[in-house]
């Protein structure tokens, strides 16, 4: 977790380097993202410690869910793959993307063991999506677009790799 709190914050002091890539649709990105630090570090308090907190923690999607759909409605539909790359921002965004869904299998594989509330295994698959999203809204703010993927066909000039 705390692997995917350092992507998001050097992600946010890129984007801060550059305020013009900050807002996309009406989202502040890194605002947005130094939330989910907090919300990070709350959830690693609650997996830590399971049985210590006073009352259930909960942690809503639902927020994110409303970030994603603004955040999509602005973007260009998705017609193919697409490799993690573009602006370094989006770059680090992809990367703390993976580490969020390696967090999520890891908080899956808790709750056969301890009490992990479903309500953050479901938040860590909501964040993986966000910033899936934010890299993409990242990349057209900066006015790189997607990198798409290009199966390869045939050979290229470098030979079967």
Do not use: C
């Not at 193919?80 to 790359?85: E, N, Q, R, T």
């Not at 479901?122 to 993409?136: E, H, I, M, T």
Request: hydrophobic share 50%; aromatic share 6%; glycine share 8%.
């Amino acid at each position: 977790m705390d692997e995917l709190n350092s992507f998001l914050g050097v992600a946010v002091a890129l984007l801060n380097e550059e305020p013009g890539l900050t807002d996309y649709a009406g989202v502040d990105i890194p605002v947005v993202l130094e939330e989910l630090q907090n919300r990070l570090f709350d959830l690693g308090a609650v997996l830590a410690n399971p049985v210590q907190s006073a009352e259930p923690a909960s942690f809503p999607a639902q927020g994110m869910e409303k970030l994603i759909d603004t955040l999509e409605q602005e973007l260009e539909p998705l017609r193919s793959f697409i490799l993690p790359g573009g602006h370094p921002a989006a770059a680090h965004l992809h990367v703390a993307r993976a580490a969020s869904r390696r967090v999520e299998r890891l908080a899956v594989a808790l709750a056969a063991t301890e009490p992990v509330p479903a309500s953050a295994v479901a938040w860590l698959n909501r964040l993986s999506d966000f910033l899936f999203v934010a890299a993409r809204a990242v990349n057209a703010a900066a006015g790189r677009g997607d990198v798409l993927w290009h199966p390869q066909e045939a050979p290229g000039p470098g030979g079967d790799i």
